[in-house]
């Protein structure tokens, strides 16, 4: 029995942990810093603090799981951050009319960029990486046009809508959560999510074998635009203010990231969307457990970068295997 | 057969001697020989897999032989790299390879060694000049000046053509030259290499189109499955014989019927077509193919590499932009060919690249074979996974797909269960029309055998089966009628006792007679006849070697 102590890891296929690595790491990776948090952090088991934890990771969880779907689709969708700041424009701009028109127009917005976006892939085949990157920038700049600086409201349903709960729960936790759902079915149950799978993983296939494929991308893009605004409409409500400069930020970068961190491979063909909620909540975790440490932000980001690494290590080692 | 030893005055310009080059899985070059003469034109032809295209990327440097070495001359040499062979002499000529498309014409051409002048700037006017000299005997007349993107096909390999030679070319080497050219710039081609070949340069001429072959080159080799299985004189060889070379189907040794799983003919349950596919053509592929498939026939779609084969299957599948052709399935005609309508009014192609086109290797099983047939499979965009399960777990045991289960990933299975997958995926659509391209390509005996016998089984049951194979002999079993494919037109139709291998082997190698086909044939002149042809071969897909 002795002898074997020279590697632990001799016994086991180095492919095998990595594809696990890959699937669950995330959970494991969650599952720690918890049991650390509540062993070392004070307060962190109160309820308020967990509250707190998902009201803040909200936007970033609904915007990722948009993201993980143009994922699936083998493309990338940079236009998330800017979208939400069109979002947050259009609330200014309709507030007037009252809290359902505003989002309504504000979501509106974000089917409307998704769109252009989408058919810049579908039917002009730009790369996504570029037709979105356009949007990223175009997007930002008309936000600003429309409302050229931070605007703050005092508008009661809006107020409620960022600050209320039920039973405990926030609402904008159980819009993330009605999200979750709608994603997890939309994947799981739906020949759209059949299909969008099947596009990332073989797109020739897929329009060979009579797959609607341009109009699914086109849906994808809509879809991960109307998620962008949702944040973007969340976030607006919960600061009571529309900041077109600055909201939504590296939004795209925090959103791939937590899919990445998942378990969604980038080169498409597979949509996790367990692993993407617990890849947003991990990088949440982390963040604020870094914080409340004392550790300065600097280090924060450094150690989101060491984990990104290795998610893409993982990732890659299994695809090569 | 060894290389042809018979009196040779002149050493081999270049030699590859006993040449074996290995993949991954695949033995490419199997101890091959070939000798290029100096002032020759030298064909080579194979094919699918043969291993023109190693033996191509060995001569000019690409690769390094695993065993067996290259002779410039009577020296040994081994090419470190492409830039080692161009050193030496050895020009390939590609469309795309070499040139820089955003340059212009003439910076193209005397790329590295423009005119300078005092300055050491380079000397535009000086460059323009020597552009245009160089270009004059090729029958280019365009702007040096403009990018050479902004030029056709036919001019960018001109020029690339014309660079190569005056880079102090021994050894030209040309890899499907006319596949986008127009019949007036294949004369121009051709009037060049008699121009080089009385210069004393070799050419290496790889084409699959048996009349300029005949036309432009003094000698062949012929590969086959990685051998060399006969070089020597071109005019020592007729069509037949040389079509039968490649095919490796020897006219005295055909075997007799029975080795494949086929049954032969098939019951036809009706009389109004499947499939009618009219005067299909796009440009440089397929010029005016028509088929037609009955209820319970299976139609072989015969002719070599490069004939139009896949392309015809992949226009009936709304796959490949047509010029002009309908497609009617049932007698209803597809108004708008998009693979999802096709696939809507009952058309399944099995693709020829079956891990590019068909599989999804991420995938398991189940979601492979259900792709297709979602929307059966599904009520208001919501999938029922209890059919899925019914149907997937039908198609596996109808098939005997071997898997440790429906959700193992498809990537994992071996080549015949993940082209069983695929024929699932297709069958779960229901289809009348199947298009098979290669069904069994690259699968074990015990799954040839048994796709086979399915096709049989479909075509009993009604299904119309399109059948292309490069395996003459599951093609002749396969098929109750043959039609002929030839340069991307239909060179003709076999029925009856004509379906056979020396049937469609004559077919193939038949001197066009443009009354006589079917479809439009292409012009042709006798071998070495110099005169402009009226009509030149026109089509040929892009169809490359696979190795």
């Known amino acids: 029995m002795a002898e074997v102590t020279a590697s632990p890891w001799a016994g086991l296929d180095r492919a095998r942990v990595l594809a696990w690595l890959q699937d669950y790491g995330v959970y494991l990776a969650v599952a720690v810093l918890l049991v650390f948090n509540a062993f070392f952090t004070p307060h962190f088991l109160e309820v308020d603090n ?43 701009l309709y507030l007037g009319y009252g809290l359902v028109p505003a989002v309504l127009m504000a979501l509106l917005a974000g089917a409307v960029s998704g769109l252009a976006g989408g058919s810049l892939v579908a039917f002009v085949g730009v790369q996504p990486i570029v037709a979105t990157l356009a949007l990223l920038v175009g997007l930002r700049g008309l936000a600003n046009v429309f409302v050229p600086q931070l605007e703050d409201f005092r508008d009661p349903a809006l107020l409620s809508l960022g600050g209320d709960s039920v039973l ?31 596009i990332g993983g073989n797109r020739r296939a897929s329009e060979l074998s009579g797959l609607p494929v341009k109009r699914v991308l086109l849906l994808v893009y809509m879809l991960s635009g109307v998620l962008a605004a949702v944040a973007g409409i969340l976030s607006t409500a919960r600061i009571q203010a529309a900041d077109p400069t600055s909201l939504g930020l590296l939004m795209e970068l925090s959103a791939i990231t937590a899919v990445v961190v998942g378990g969604t491979p980038l080169t498409g063909g597979r949509v996790r969307v367990a692993g993407t909620v617990m890849g947003a909540l991990l990088m949440q975790l982390l963040a604020s457990t870094l914080t409340k440490h004392d550790l300065p932000s600097s280090g924060t980001q450094m150690v989101q970068a060491a984990i990104i690494l290795v998610a893409v290590y993982a990732a890659r080692e299994r695809m090569t295997r | 057969m060894s290389p042809s030893t018979s009196a040779q005055p002149e050493a081999p310009l270049i030699e590859a001697a006993g040449v074996v080059k290995r993949f991954p899985g695949v033995l490419a070059l199997d101890g091959v020989s070939f000798g290029l003469r100096a002032g020759e034109a030298h064909a080579l032809v194979g094919e699918n897999g043969a291993g023109k295209s190693t033996l191509l990327k060995v001569l000019t440097g690409v690769y390094r032989p695993d065993a067996g070495g290259l002779r410039l001359r009577g020296e040994p040499v081994a090419f470190g790299g492409p830039f080692d062979a161009q050193r030496a002499g050895i020009q390939a000529i590609h469309q795309e390879i070499g040139l820089v498309p955003l340059m212009s014409v003439a910076r193209n051409l005397l790329l590295g060694r423009e005119p300078r002048n005092r300055l050491g700037l380079i000397d535009m006017r000086a460059l323009h000049r020597a552009a245009e000299d160089l270009l004059a005997p090729y029958g280019v007349r365009i702007d040096v000046r403009r990018p050479l993107r902004s030029c056709g096909v036919g001019t960018q390999q001109m020029v690339a053509l014309a660079r190569a030679v005056s880079v102090d070319a021994r050894v030209v080497v040309m890899d499907e030259p006319t596949s986008s050219l127009e019949p007036r710039e294949v004369e121009t081609l051709f009037g060049v290499i008699r121009d080089l070949r009385a210069r004393g340069i070799a050419v290496v001429y790889v084409s699959h189109r048996l009349d300029e072959l005949f036309r432009v080159c003094s000698r062949v080799t012929v590969l086959r499955d990685g051998r060399m299985v006969h070089t020597g004189d071109l005019a020592d060889l007729d069509r037949l014989r040389l079509v039968s070379l490649m095919l490796g189907r020897d006219m005295a040794e055909v075997r007799a019927e029975g ?72 007698g209803t005609p597809l108004r708008w060919p998009t693979t999802a309508n ?168 038949a001197e066009p007679e443009p009354p006589a086909a079917a479809g439009p044939a292409p012009g042709d002149e006798a071998p070495g006849d110099g005169a402009p042809a009226d009509e030149a071969p026109e089509a040929d897909p892009a169809g490359k070697d696979e190795n």
Do not use: C
Not at chain 2, 268 to 296: I, M, Y
Not at chain 2, 304 to 320: D, M, N, Q, V
């Open chain 1, 168 to 198: 405990g729960v926030p609402y904008v936790v159980l819009v993330a959560a009605a999200v979750v759902a709608v994603v997890g079915f939309l994947v799981r149950r739906t020949t759209f999510g059949r299909r969008l799978v099947a």
């Open chain 1, 50 to 92: 967990f509250r707190n934890q998902l009201v803040q990771v909200t936007p970033v969880l609904i915007v990722s799981l948009g993201m993980a779907l143009v994922i699936g689709t083998e493309g990338i969708d940079l236009s998330v951050g800017s979208v939400m700041s069109m979002a947050a424009a259009m609330i200014a």
């Open chain 2, 342 to 509: 096709a696939t809507k009014a009952g058309i399944a192609m099995l693709p020829e690249d079956r891990k590019a086109e068909g599989i999804v290797p991420a995938l398991s099983i189940r979601e492979n074979i259900a792709l297709a047939a979602l929307p059966g499979l599904s009520r208001a965009g919501i999938v029922s996974d209890a059919r899925i399960d019914r149907i997937v777990g039908t198609f596996m045991k109808r098939l005997r797909i071997k898997a440790s289960s429906m959700h193992q990933r498809v990537g994992e299975l071996s080549g015949g269960n993940q082209q069983k997958v695929l024929l699932a995926r297709w069958l779960a659509t229901e289809p009348k029309v199947l298009l098979l391209d290669e069904p069994t390509r690259g699968i074990d005996v015990g799954a040839k055998a048994e796709v086979q016998t399915l096709i049989d089984e479909l075509a009993r049951e009604g299904l119309g089966v399109l059948l292309i194979s490069s395996d003459l002999e599951e093609l002749v079993e396969g098929a109750d009628r043959v039609v002929v494919l030839r340069d991307g037109a239909v060179a003709g139709e076999l029925t009856g006792d004509q379906v056979s291998e020396q049937g469609v082997m004559a077919a193939i190698a």
């Open chain 2, 259 to 330: 080795m494949t799983k086929f049954s032969g003919d098939h019951e036809r349950a009706g009389d109004v077509p499947v499939l009618e596919a009219r005067g299909l053509t796009r440009r440089h592929q397929l010029d005016g193919v028509s088929v037609t498939v009955r209820p319970g026939e299976v139609v072989g779609l015969g002719g070599l590499l490069g004939s139009g084969r896949s392309e015809t299957a992949k226009a009936i599948a709304g796959a490949l932009p047509l010029d002009a052709g309908t497609v009617v399935v049932a």
